[in-house]
């Protein structure tokens, strides 16, 4: 039985739905909706609300380990966890103050540390879950080492709700570096990734890279962001040179990339693309790398199936992340072969088996 009133409300509004013959429509602070499908569905549509469940569970600053409910806003946590010189390693973007930590787990987007730290499933140590029934299931823990059965809380970031409503989740916290420093290279994107690679072999305590080419020609700027101790990142910057940025410029510089507030990310249609680390360039117009070249950014009118064939030739997917009026019709994510799709209508079929939450918001296979 669910002893929380606020909780056992929730559990009630979707078996109320879920008997109706209604399908759920799960919202939090709304910053994110326009990632994935639309939510569409034959039957009456029923929003879940779920900002109003909020509030940090338990936060222990020297387990390095904070569980909070899905609704709270990631500002709230990032405040509290920065009083005591800790943060959210893998730097969710931020779209504004009504961003919730449910969101954030649920479309399981990174920022520029991802390269260095890993994403967000790499962070998430337990979740609890609401299911059609409205009854709460709990997964994983509260602890970083935690091998009882299937990892289930992994396997909901990035699932956009489809197979349940995020109640609760546990991340793993880090420490804030004691330094980090920001170099400049004046470079083309070719040779931009040529370096990215070679960095690659060596120990630097590189934290992020992103290039991004001039307002006219091939030029281009790659910024490189180093982190750790003090000792460590000087002798990294002793070791790759460059051009020093000033602290505020690269704070925010980085800002502007995480949260996504960049000129560049006004553009639309916005194509997300990862590739493997040794892909060469696309030469497909306006473009931003991150990740050491693994995460590219492109801009502009471009033909999905033969965008999509050519990434999918180098290894890798191109996802539309923000479209425009000439978009309307192509699929958001990068078309799943065949037996990964089958695994994933078995995984809703388990979760979902009435398919009530989110109906098409991941595939418009369900």
């Known amino acids: 039985m669910v002893k929380d009133p606020a909780l056992r409300q929730l559990g009630e509004q979707i078996a109320t739905a879920r008997d109706a013959g209604h ?3 799960i919202r939090g602070g709304g910053t994110r909706m326009f990632y994935g499908e639309p939510v569409t569905s034959d039957a009456p549509l029923s929003v879940l609300d779920m900002s ?81 029934a409205g009854e709460v299931l709990r997964f994983g823990g509260t602890v970083m080492k935690n091998v009882a059965g299937y990892d289930v809380s992994r396997l909901l970031v990035g699932s956009l709700g489809v197979l349940g409503v995020l109640a609760e989740v546990s991340l793993k916290i880090m420490p804030v ?68 940025a000033a602290e505020h410029d690269a704070v925010a510089f980085w800002s502007s990339l995480r949260d996504q507030t960049h000129v560049f990310f006004r553009q639309r249609p916005l194509w997300r ?8 360039t696309l030469d497909l117009g306006s473009s931003l790398h991150e990740w050491g070249g693994s995460l590219r950014w492109l801009a502009g009118p471009q033909d999905a199936a033969t965008l999509r ?43 979902d088996p009435t398919g009530v939450f989110n109906p098409h918001r991941l595939t418009q296979a369900f």
């Open 273 to 280: 693309i990862v590739l493997p680390p040794r892909a060469p």
């Open 23 to 25: 399908s759920v429509q």
């Open 52 to 132: 109003g469940w909020r509030g940090i569970v338990d936060y222990e600053p020297s387990e390095l380990v904070l569980t909070a409910r899905a609704g709270t806003p990631l500002d709230e946590i990032e405040n509290l966890l920065a009083c005591h010189g800790q943060m959210l390693a893998f730097e969710p973007p931020r779209f504004g103050a009504a961003d919730t930590l449910g969101g954030c787990v649920a479309t399981g987007l990174s920022g520029p540390r991802r390269m260095a730290v890993g994403g967000v499933a790499d962070f998430v140590l337990g979740t609890r879950l609401l299911n059609a």
């Open 177 to 244: 570096p004691r330094c980090e420093a920001t170099r400049m290279f004046p470079l083309d994107e070719a040779a931009a990734l040529q370096q990215c690679l070679a960095w690659r072999s060596l120990p630097l305590p590189i934290s992020a890279t992103a290039w991004m080419p001039e307002a006219q020609g091939t030029r281009g700027c790659l910024w490189v962001r180093l982190s750790g101790s003090e000792s460590a990142v000087r002798q990294g910057l002793d070791r790759i040179g460059g051009e020093s």
């Open 309 to 351: 064939a050519d990434v999918r030739a180098i290894g890798g997917s191109a996802c539309l992340y923000r479209r425009d009026e000439t978009m309307a019709r192509v699929a958001t994510f990068h078309p799943m072969p065949p037996a990964l799709l089958r695994i994933q209508q078995r995984l809703k079929q388990q979760f």
